[in-house]
Structures are given as structure tokens and as C-alpha cells.
């Protein structure tokens, strides 16, 4: 039962219409019961379109894909009946109260009245909204709304609830309230899909993933596993005057296992950020500031597609 | 099974916080009726050739044209708003509702909004006493059809707006047919080339399903009227549906 499949994807493509631009470009992915599962990729990766596949409101332009063991083409809406959407940007009803919401949109699954009562107690708790169940979602913050359109999404018990970059717009407060509502979630067993171009999300929150870049799917696997195959242990930064990231550069390349010039500071992958720091010291390369961190997955997308993922 | 209900429901229940908005719509037709059938009644008399009373004339064109506006209203300006801006419909869609749930019951919530306006104006056109027969009744039904016909074509020519700028050019259409489908005075004032001109338009066609039963005319042309009207409402949905569906599923 643990490793029940739930989606199963093999050479997604969606090209969309407007342009011919191949979104997503031959992809295979599976996903299993109970695990949080994530697309992580900078913006145009192709992430939110396969989410919409998957959410079966964009059908593939070719390839396979299974939700439940069905297929979208022919059975989108008892898929979308077992599945959660918290889109990328709010979509909650302005024109209706929070409660009014949650009500609709249990509408809309086909529950009963009743049935609806008894769950939007426990959702206005879960989203903390208790207080503001009769206000006009207007007059929400966006932390707020974004935890209504959780809530909304919840309404129907999904079997996988889908999050389109979750925490995007959010200020840090709010993103760790809403991580705190993501954990809780899959502890009780529901599956996560999400997508996002955070690595601290990404990292927190993700059992495994897919790292996405320009409609193709550059490597799979946990944070922890990708970090060690791609990265370092650790990682020491070197800031330089502008523009002399590259000549500073070339005096301290043997220091590391491998190492990134960008444009305002240079990468050394090493084992022991500490003692790489005293070997650029003993050169006589004096940066204008160092740091010494633990690798992450931005280092692990860096590498793999040699650019940065927010810039 | 359809859930086209679940969209009319949710449109009631905002409707339970905007109410106004709908006393308002029947406000603008009685305007019309104090000022021109009423006001100018006084001037013209009967109207030539009906021996019909000219308010009385009058007033069951604008009950046609409020339940053209209402629908219309509905599915332009407020569906325009939903799926451009307020990307209603993005989210109503992640659930097993369809593109169709949403277009029929977009529809079937502007006509019976058309419906609702047409009925409080008629109560309204009774008080004044301009209504001489039961058969004006038949305003009802009728309304439901012609509330069907605008809110579909409606509802179709929002699929093709790009912004706001272009409610001008349905104001552009809708204005002078307003003036020009038999309104105020009738269709044989028009040389004959003109009146053919006029009798193909959906309002015209509106009109007389309205005010020849209030005068207690009852007649194939009728049901002229009624198909004209269906077909239209067939044909905006078809026209609308597969256009919705490229916007909403992209």
C-alpha cells in the first residue's frame, strides 16, 4: 500500500497553443502514496503547467499520464474530485464571504449541505480564520486568503492536494505558519505535490523531487541525495570588488573540487569550508567578504544547469 | 450529470449581498416609460392604426429590452469581470464542474436574472394600470426566452473581448437597436427596405413576442418570434463554448 502509485507520467509534453512553446518538454515522473513530492525549477521551468496536467485542467499535448489509474482525457472530472488545488495565484471568490467560500466550493464537489457544516469548523481552525469567518475574503491579508484557499482546497478530503508555489508572495511569518499547515497535512497522510523555486521549501518540506529546468527534468531524488550528488559538503562564497570576480577567480581554482564565478561572487565546492578559507588566506587573496555554508539544493540546480534559480 | 445549478446558486448567494443592484436595473425601464410612454403619451395619443394607447405601446417593448439587459448585463460586464479578473472560474474548474457547468449555468442565471427584472418591471406597468389583459402574462415565459437569447450571444461576444475599451463597440450595437426595433413608434413608419432591415433583429424580434400578447394578439408570429430567438440562443452557446473551453483549459 505504501508504495501505491498515484500519478505516473512518462514523456509528458505540453506545447502550448499561443506561441507553439514547448512548456514541457518529454518528462517521466511517478509519485507515490503519502509522500510529498516536489518540482522545484526557476520560473518558466514548466512547473505550473504540469501542475495544471496533473490538476486536469490542460490536457498533455502528447505523452502519458495516469491519475489514480485514469486517464484526464476521459475522466478529468472524477479525478479532480479526488484532488486539492491551491493554485498559484489566489482564486478565492471576492465577491463572497470566507465561509461562503468554503460553502461553494463544497457546492461544487457535490457534497451535502450537512456534510459541509461539519467540515468547515474544522478547516476555519486549520486555517486559522475563525475570527474572520464572515468577513469578505477583500478584506484578507494575503497570508489569510492564501490559508482560505488551503482550506477551500481541503474541503473535499483530497487524496492529493496539488500547491503551485505555496509560499510565493508570502512574508516570512506567513510562510511559517503555512509550512507548519503543510506538515501537518502529510503527517496526516495526505499526498503533496508541490512546486517551487525556494530551496529552504523545497528542502523543508519535500520527501523527494525533481529539479526542472526548460521543460525538461534535470535530475530526481531526496534533497539530501541530490546534494550529495551534485554538491559538496560545504560551500565557501567569496565577494570581490565588482568585476573582478573572474581574475580573483583564477588564483584560488585548485583550492576547490569545482567552483562558480557569478556575477557578484565566486563558489567554492570543498569539503571543509574553514580550512579552503585559510588556503585563500595563505595566497594572499584577500576577498571583501567570505562565508562558509552548507551546501543546498541552489547549489545542486547551479550545477546542473549552470545558472541560478532566483535572480 | 450536469452541475450547471451549483453556478446559479453560487451567483445567488452573491446576489444576496448586492441586491440593490437588481432594483436598480428595474429603475432604469420605468425611467424610460414616465418620461417617453408616459410624457410623450400625452402628446401622441393612440398610436396611428392599433388604437392602442401609447404607454400601454410602449411599455412591453421596454419590458423586453430590461430582460435583454439584465441577461446581457450578466454575461458581458459581470462574466467579463469573473473570467478575466476575478479568475472565478480558474478555480471553480479544478473541481469535477466543467466548462459547460459553467457556461449553462452562467446562461440560465442571466436569464432568470432577466427574468426577475421583466417581472418587477411588469408589476410596476400593472400599478400604472397599462395592462388590459391576462394574456400579458405570457411576458414571463417570454422573457425567459429573450433572456436566453442575449445571454448566450452575451455571452459569445465576451469570449472575443479583449479589454474594457471594447464594451464600447457592444454599446455601439446595442444603443441603436434600442432606438431602432420598434420601440417607440411602429414598424410602418420604416420605408419597406428599412423594416426588413428592422425585423432582423433580435430585439425586434424580442418585442413582438412581448407586445402582441399584452395587446391580446395571439399568433403564429409568435412562435416566429420564439424560434428566431431560441436559434439564437443555440448558436451563442455553440459559438461560446469552444472558445471558453480554449481560454479556461489552456
Redesign the interface.
Known amino acids: 500500500m505504501a508504495d501505491e502509485i498515484l500519478v505516473r507520467a512518462s514523456g509528458l509534453v505540453k506545447v502550448h497553443p499561443m506561441g507553439g512553446v514547448r512548456a514541457v518538454d518529454g518528462i517521466d515522473f511517478e509519485l507515490r502514496k503519502g509522500e510529498a513530492f516536489g518540482f522545484l525549477g526557476p520560473n518558466g521551468a514548466g512547473k505550473s503547467s504540469t501542475m495544471r496536467m496533473i490538476g486536469c485542467v490542460s490536457t498533455p499535448s502528447a505523452g502519458e499520464l495516469r491519475i489514480f489509474g485514469l486517464d484526464p482525457a476521459t475522466d478529468g472530472a472524477r479525478i479532480r474530485a479526488r484532488l486539492g488545488v491551491v493554485p498559484q495565484e489566489d482564486t478565492v471568490d471576492t465577491e463572497l464571504t470566507v465561509r461562503e467560500n468554503l460553502y461553494i466550493y463544497g457546492r461544487y464537489f457535490g457534497l451535502s449541505r450537512a456534510r459541509i457544516r461539519e467540515r468547515t469548523a474544522g478547516l476555519l481552525e486549520f486555517a486559522q480564520l475563525e475570527d474572520k469567518a464572515s468577513e469578505q475574503v477583500g478584506a484578507l491579508s494575503g497570508g489569510m486568503r492564501r490559508r482560505l484557499t488551503i482550506a477551500r482546497s481541503l474541503i473535499n478530503e483530497p487524496e492529493i492536494l496539488l500547491l503551485d508555489e505555496p509560499t510565493t508572495g508570502l512574508d516570512p511569518q506567513a510562510r511559517h505558519v503555512l509550512w507548519d499547515r503543510l506538515f501537518r497535512l502529510k503527517q496526516e497522510g495526505v499526498t503533496l505535490i508541490l512546486t517551487t523555486h525556494y530551496m529552504d521549501e523545497a528542502e523543508q518540506l519535500c520527501d523527494r523531487l525533481v529539479v526542472m529546468d526548460r521543460g525538461r527534468i534535470a535530475d530526481e531524488g531526496s534533497p539530501r541525495e541530490l546534494i550529495e550528488r551534485h554538491s559538496t559538503r560545504e560551500v565557501l562564497e567569496l565577494r570581490f570588488p565588482p568585476g573582478e570576480q573572474a581574475i580573483r577567480a583564477e588564483k584560488v581554482t585548485d583550492i576547490a573540487e569545482r567552483l562558480e564565478v557569478l556575477p557578484d561572487r565566486v563558489l567554492l565546492y570543498v569539503e571543509d569550508g574553514e580550512a579552503a578559507l585559510a588556503a585563500v588566506h595563505a595566497r594572499g587573496v584577500t576577498p571583501i567578504t567570505a562565508l562558509v555554508r552548507r551546501a543546498t539544493l541552489e547549489d545542486v540546480f547551479l550545477t546542473l544547469t549552470g545558472r541560478t534559480l532566483v535572480d | 450529470m450536469t452541475?450547471m445549478h451549483?453556478l446559479v446558486?453560487?451567483n445567488l448567494?452573491?446576489y444576496r449581498?448586492?441586491w440593490s443592484l437588481l432594483v436598480a436595473e428595474v429603475f432604469e425601464p420605468v425611467l424610460y416609460l414616465l418620461t417617453i410612454g408616459i410624457g410623450i403619451g400625452t402628446l401622441v395619443g393612440h398610436v396611428r392604426g392599433t388604437g392602442v394607447a401609447y404607454p400601454q405601446y410602449v411599455a412591453p417593448a421596454l419590458l423586453a429590452t430590461a430582460a435583454m439587459n439584465g441577461a446581457m448585463n450578466e454575461t458581458t460586464f459581470n462574466l467579463f469581470q469573473k473570467l478575466k479578473f476575478?479568475?472565478?472560474y480558474?478555480?471553480?474548474?479544478?473541481?469535477?464542474?466543467?466548462v459547460r457547468d459553467v457556461a449553462f449555468g452562467e446562461v440560465c442565471w442571466a436569464l432568470l436574472r432577466g427574468t426577475l427584472t421583466t417581472s418587477g418591471f411588469l408589476v410596476i406597468v400593472t400599478v400604472l394600470g397599462l395592462v388590459h389583459t391576462p394574456w400579458a402574462l405570457l411576458a414571463l415565459p417570454g422573457a425567459a426566452v429573450i433572456g436566453f437569447a442575449f445571454a448566450s450571444a452575451g455571452l459569445a461576444v465576451t469570449t472575443y473581448l479583449r479589454d474594457w475599451q471594447d464594451f464600447q463597440l457592444i454599446q455601439l450595437v446595442m444603443l441603436p437597436m434600442f432606438l431602432f426595433a420598434t420601440t417607440f413608434y411602429p414598424l410602418g413608419v420604416y420605408p419597406r427596405p428599412v423594416q426588413l432591415a428592422v425585423e432582423c433583429l433580435p430585439l425586434y424580434q424580442s418585442i413582438e413576442l412581448l407586445r402582441e400578447p399584452s395587446l391580446g394578439h395571439i399568433g403564429p408570429g409568435l412562435l416566429v418570434a420564439a424560434v428566431y430567438l431560441l436559434v439564437m440562443g443555440v448558436l451563442g452557446l455553440a459559438i461560446a463554448l469552444p472558445r471558453l473551453r480554449?481560454t479556461?483549459?489552456?
Open positions: 452541475r451549483l446558486e453560487r448567494m452573491v449581498h448586492t476575478d479568475r472565478v480558474d478555480s471553480i474548474l479544478t473541481t469535477p464542474m466543467t480554449r479556461l483549459l489552456a
